[in-house]
């Protein structure tokens, strides 16, 4: 079966960088988008950001642009979100997803705690 393992989340003060991880199993990662979402209490989850296939492209939530840099490694069957300048507002739970090509159907894991605060 798919499964999605975040990694790396933890507390940090503003200003602070984080590296979250997310090891994939269970499916051809190639063939999947990948994306990291968050989620922070009373808030819908949101996107933060994307990559294609191959990681030659990336999108970002507005206010992620120039912070955050999403990365993939297919021979790692890993993905990558590297989070710099951390503000409070960025505390969420953060979930990796992963969607096959033409497809709808999003697998999702379990979510990692970030939390940013003095």
């Known amino acids: 079966q798919v499964q999605l393992v975040e990694s790396g989340g933890g507390l940090v003060q503003p200003g602070g960088s984080l590296r979250l991880s997310c090891a994939a199993s269970?499916?051809?990662?190639?063939?999947?988008?990948m994306s990291w979402h968050r989620q922070a209490p009373g808030k819908e989850r949101e996107l933060v950001a994307s990559?294609?296939?191959?990681?030659?492209?990336?999108n970002y939530g507005d206010s992620m642009k120039g912070r955050f840099t999403i990365s993939r490694d297919n021979a790692k069957n890993t993905v990558y979100l590297q989070m710099n300048s951390l503000k409070p507002d960025d505390t969420a739970v953060y979930y990796c997803?992963?969607?096959?090509?033409?497809?709808?159907?999003?697998?999702w894991g379990q979510g990692t705690q970030v939390t940013v605060s003095s």
């Open positions: 990559i294609s296939t191959d990681g030659t492209l990336a």
């Open positions: 269970g499916l051809t990662f190639r063939n999947y988008i």
């Open positions: 997803c992963a969607r096959r090509v033409s497809t709808l159907y999003k697998y």
